[in-house]
C-alpha cells in the first residue's frame, strides 16, 4: 500500500517535470523519446517490488503524461511501443523471466519468477537501448532519404521537422562543398533575409512566432551549409508549387491506413503536390507508427478548435456557448494575427544564401492561436502520399500496416 501511495503522489506526478526538463535541455529530442525517457528515470527511481506493479506505474505514469499535453498523438506512438518493447523483453526466450496467468502475460496477482532486481535491471537496459536506437533512427532515415534529393531538385517542405532537417543537412554534406539543390521552406511568419526572426517580442509573447522557432534555426542552420532556402507563407505555396519537383515532410503519427497526422497545413500541401503531380514524401521514425485509424480530418482523438463560429459579440453559433470575456479575448487574438502582405510573399521566392547564428529558441509550446491552439494538426490521407521514408527503408502507404504488425506483435 506503501509503494502506491508513494507512485501516485511522486513518481507519477513528477513524470510531467521529468519531460519538460529533458525537452529544455535537448533541443533535438523529439516528444516521444522525452517522453520515454523520462519513463525509463521512472524505472530507475521506482519503488515497486514486482512486474505487476511497475508496469502499472508506467501506465499510470503514462496516462498522465498523456492528459497534461494538448496534442499527444506523437507522444502516445512512442509510449504505447515503448510499453510493448517492454512487455517484449520480458517475455523472450532466454531472458530468464517467466509470469504466472494468462492473457496480458502479467496479470494483476501474478509474480515474476526470480530476482525482481536483476528484473529491473533488464527492463530499464531495455529501455535505454529503446531510447539509443530510437535516436538513432533520425540518422538512419537521413542517410536512406538523401537520394531523393537529385542536383537541380528545388524541395518544398513545412513545419519544424527535425528528420526532414537532418536529411536535407545530409543531402548538403553529401554534395561536397557543390550543393545543387534548393529548398521552399513553408513557415507561418517567416524571417527576413539575413534569417533574422520578423516577429517582435510582443508577437512571440503572443505565441505567433513560437510554432516556427525551431523551423527557424533550421532553416539557418541549411543556409550556413550553403543550402539556397526561399521561406514563404502558407498562402504561397499553390503560387510557389510550380518551381517545386518534389515534396518532402514530417509527421506526428503515420496512422494504420498509411495516412500520417502532421502539422495543420501539410494537407492542403498534399493536395496541391497532386493537382500539380509533384512527388509527396514522408519522413517519419518507426516510434511514430500510431495505431489509429481516422477516417476523415474530424475523426483524430484530439480536440481542436480550428474552426469556431462567432459573432461580433463574442458569442457562439449555436453550438456553442454566450460570449464572456474570454470569448472577447479569442477575438481579439484573431485580429491581431500577423499575415503577410502579398508583396512579402513575392520577396520571399529568393534563394538568398544569406543566414546568421544564434542559439536556437526555446522549443515550442501550446498556445492559443487563431486556428484554435499552436499544435493543431490535420490528417493527409495516404492516396497524397508518394512514400513513406522511414530507419526500415522506403515503404508505400499500403505497406504501413503490415509494418505495425512486425513493430506490434
Do not use: C
Amino acid at each position: 500500500m506503501a509503494t502506491t501511495a508513494y507512485a501516485k503522489t511522486t513518481t507519477v506526478g513528477s513524470i510531467v517535470a521529468t519531460y519538460q526538463r529533458l525537452l529544455r535541455e535537448d533541443p533535438d529530442l523529439t516528444m516521444p523519446i522525452a517522453a520515454i525517457e523520462a519513463l525509463v528515470e521512472l524505472l530507475a527511481h521506482a519503488q515497486a517490488s514486482t512486474v505487476s506493479e511497475t508496469m502499472d506505474l508506467l501506465q499510470k505514469s503514462t496516462d498522465h503524461l498523456k492528459s497534461s499535453i494538448a496534442n499527444p498523438i506523437s507522444l502516445s506512438a512512442g509510449t504505447d511501443l515503448f510499453q510493448r518493447y517492454l512487455i517484449n523483453a520480458l517475455q523472450r526466450p532466454g531472458s530468464g523471466i517467466g509470469f504466472s496467468g494468462a492473457g496480458s502475460g502479467y496479470g494483476a496477482g501474478s509474480g515474476p519468477v526470480g530476482d525482481f532486481r536483476s528484473i529491473r535491471q533488464h527492463l530499464i537496459s531495455n529501455g535505454r537501448l529503446f531510447v539509443t536506437r530510437s535516436k538513432a533512427s533520425r540518422d538512419r532515415i537521413a542517410t536512406f532519404g538523401r537520394h531523393f534529393v537529385r542536383d537541380g531538385n528545388t524541395v518544398l517542405t513545412n513545419g519544424a521537422s527535425r528528420v526532414v532537417g537532418a536529411l536535407l543537412r545530409h543531402a548538403a554534406e553529401d554534395s561536397h562543398g557543390s550543393i545543387r539543390f534548393r529548398v521552399i521552406y513553408v513557415l507561418r511568419g517567416g524571417i527576413d533575409d539575413d534569417g533574422t526572426d520578423k516577429h517582435t517580442e510582443g508577437d512571440r509573447n503572443r505565441g505567433a512566432a513560437r510554432g516556427d522557432a525551431e523551423g527557424i534555426h533550421i532553416v539557418r542552420s541549411l543556409r550556413e551549409l550553403g543550402v539556397p532556402i526561399a521561406v514563404i507563407g502558407e498562402g504561397a505555396v499553390g503560387y510557389a508549387m510550380g518551381k517545386v519537383d518534389m515534396v518532402i515532410v514530417g509527421a506526428e503519427g503515420v496512422v494504420e491506413n498509411g495516412g500520417v497526422i502532421s502539422r495543420l497545413g501539410t494537407y492542403q500541401i498534399g493536395l496541391l503536390a497532386k493537382a500539380a503531380r509533384k512527388p509527396f514524401y514522408v519522413v517519419a521514425e518507426s516510434h511514430k507508427f500510431v495505431r489509429l485509424y481516422p477516417l476523415s480530418q474530424y475523426d483524430l482523438p484530439i480536440e481542436q478548435k480550428v474552426i469556431d463560429f462567432k459573432t461580433s459579440s463574442g458569442k457562439r453559433d449555436g453550438r456553442g456557448r454566450a460570449g464572456t470575456a474570454a470569448g472577447a479575448a479569442e477575438k481579439t487574438a484573431t485580429t491581431t494575427k500577423g499575415t503577410a502582405s502579398g508583396a512579402e510573399l513575392l520577396d520571399n521566392i529568393d534563394f538568398s544564401l544569406a543566414g546568421s547564428g544564434g542559439d536556437a529558441k526555446d522549443k515550442a509550446k501550446t498556445t492559443v492561436m487563431a486556428t484554435g491552439t499552436g499544435d493543431a494538426v490535420d490528417f493527409t490521407p495516404p492516396d497524397l502520399i508518394s512514400a513513406l521514408i522511414t530507419e526500415s527503408g522506403v515503404l508505400t502507404p499500403s505497406a504501413v500496416s503490415e509494418e505495425l504488425i512486425k513493430i506490434w506483435f
